[in-house]
């Protein structure tokens, strides 16, 4: 399966600032998602990021506070905008091999 | 997808005893079916997959089992060890979508 990184692995924020995550792929993938973990919780998917193309995001999740950039096919950003001490969460990127995802090892964010 | 569901949040098992992780789903469509595992502080990994023409497959020390007339879901993990302490969720798509939707998770704690 694909390697994948993801940057930071962890922050704290101040509310209404925006924080940018990477994921890096060590190869190429058609198929690249962010979700999100709240605390004590499953995995919610946000979005599928795709290449060349805006991001389609699922129902409750909107562009302006999610932003995505897929600017190839090995990496991607996951923006969280204007935040609130709501949005603190572990945020995990994943690439689709087939049917499967492999997921990143998270980003831990804590909102003040 | 439809909401896929865990029967107990958490489980406490035996070093050495077998463990039966539990899952319900509702979406009859569904015919792709993986079963991840957390660590604290780590992105969910794959551990096994199965689809809906199957009823069982195996892997090293675990294996899953697909009730499709009652829609439910399991595995089992052989021989619990303490490094099989995790948090395990299943997940499920449906035929030419993507996407997982992901259970609610099932904590287990291996006891010495």
């Known amino acids: 399966s694909a390697v994948i990184s993801q940057k930071p692995s962890r922050d704290i924020c101040q509310r209404g600032t925006s924080l940018t995550i990477q994921c890096q792929v060590d190869?190429?993938?058609?198929?690249m998602f962010w979700y999100r973990q709240q605390p004590g919780q499953s995995l919610t998917l946000i979005a599928t990021?795709?290449?060349?193309?805006?991001?389609?995001?699922e129902s409750g999740f909107v562009i302006d506070k999610f932003p995505i950039s897929r600017p190839n096919l090995t990496f991607s950003t996951l923006t969280v905008s204007n935040m609130s001490p709501e949005d603190s969460s572990i945020y995990l990127c994943?690439?689709?091999?087939?049917?499967?995802?492999?997921f990143g090892p998270g980003t831990r964010l804590l909102v003040l | 997808g439809e909401n896929v569901g865990l029967h107990l949040p958490t489980l406490s098992v035996q070093e050495g005893d077998n463990s039966i992780i539990n899952c319900a789903y509702s979406?009859?469509?569904?015919?792709?079916f993986i079963w991840y595992k957390q660590e604290s502080g780590k992105g969910p990994q794959f551990i096994i997959d199965?689809?809906?023409?199957?009823d069982k497959r195996q892997g090293q020390r675990v294996t899953v089992l697909l009730n499709k007339t009652v829609k439910h879901l399991s595995l089992q993990i052989a021989a619990t060890q303490p490094g099989d302490s995790a948090v395990y969720f299943c997940?499920?798509?449906?035929?030419?979508?993507?996407?997982?939707?992901f259970g609610a998770g099932t904590t287990v704690t291996v006891r010495a």
């Open positions: 994943s690439v689709g091999q087939g049917e499967t995802q492999y």
């Open positions: 190869s190429q993938v058609t198929m």
């Open positions: 990021a795709n290449q060349g193309s805006e991001a389609t995001y």
């Open positions: 979406n009859s469509a569904s015919d792709y």
């Open positions: 199965i689809r809906s023409n199957m």
């Open positions: 997940a499920e798509s449906s035929p030419n979508d993507y996407k997982l939707s």
